[in-house]
Nanobody
Framework: QVQLVESGGGSVQAGGSLRLSCAAS????????VGWFRQAPGKEREGVAA????????YYADSVKGRFTISQDNAKNTLYLQMNNLKPEDTGLYYC???????????????????WGQGTQVTVSS
């Protein structure tokens, strides 16, 4: 049974940091494209960052470049999103998602992902 379980969300002030985790099980993590998405109330879901686990190739939305870092721990089958210098516009429900294959435009709204987690809430106050 495939599971993606996010954790690490919370409430912080602008300029603060959070690290999200996504624990994966039930599939071959090392051959997956895994991404972080977020959705704020009244807005469409947005791709934030993605990584192809096999090579470590990373992808970032322009809005988070230089502030967010996606990384992996293959031994723990866990994906991370380090978020620094958070802004109020980063507020949203953050999801991780996995596709069993290479990343192909992984931050696109139409990107294919086979599995999704339940999400963890991030709230940034000004």
């Amino acid at each position: 049974q495939v599971q993606l379980v996010e954790s690490g969300g919370g409430s912080v002030q602008a300029g603060g940091s959070l690290r999200l985790s996504c624990a994966a099980s039930g599939f071959t993590f090392s051959r997956s494209c895994v991404g972080w998405f977020r959705q704020a109330p009244g807005k469409e879901r947005e791709g934030v960052a993605a990584i192809y686990i096999g090579s470590g190739s990373t992808y970032y939305a322009d809005s988070v470049k230089g502030r967010f870092t996606i990384s992996q721990d293959n031994a723990k089958n866990t994906l991370y999103l380090q978020m620094n210098n958070l802004k109020p516009e980063d507020t949203g429900l953050y999801y991780c998602a996995a596709f069993m294959g290479l990343c192909a435009r992984p931050l696109s709204p139409t990107a294919r992902y086979d599995y999704w987690g339940q999400g963890t809430q991030v709230t940034v106050s000004s």
